[in-house]
């Protein structure tokens, strides 16, 4: 079993920031790709940003405001968020593609809890 754990996630003001940070952890081989969604109430989840090897990849409506780094040594992610507007308000995810440990060999995405990001005067 693998679990992604977010934090960072609140309230605050535009033009402001916030960082997203994600922490991965149980039977884990390698961890080939990780990445940032955000879901709003209504709408499907939309790939924020992701960062596989040295490659990063943004959505259009975040480039240059956002910034995703990863650990490789300690199975974490973050999200920088600056300059924030009010229509990034969402729940953001973590995802990471992992390879496993367990039996049978699998290479699978998987999912964090998500944590509410909300830009509002």
């Known amino acids: 079993q693998v679990q992604l754990v977010e934090s960072g996630g609140g309230l605050v003001q535009p033009g402001g920031s916030l960082r997203l940070s994600c922490a991965a952890s149980g039977s884990i081989f390698s961890i080939d790709a990780m990445g940032w969604y955000r879901q709003e109430p209504g709408k499907q989840r939309e790939l924020v940003a992701k960062i596989i090897g040295g490659s990063t990849n943004y959505a259009d409506s975040v480039k240059g405001r956002f910034t995703i780094s990863r650990d490789n040594a300690k199975n974490t992610v973050t999200l920088q968020m600056n300059s924030l507007k009010p229509e990034d308000t969402a729940v953001y995810y973590c995802?990471?593609?992992?390879?496993?440990?367990?039996?049978?060999?699998?290479?699978?995405?998987?999912w964090g809890q998500g944590t509410q990001v909300s830009v509002s005067s």
């Open positions: 995802n990471a593609l992992v390879r496993t440990t367990q039996a049978p060999a699998v290479r699978r995405t998987y």
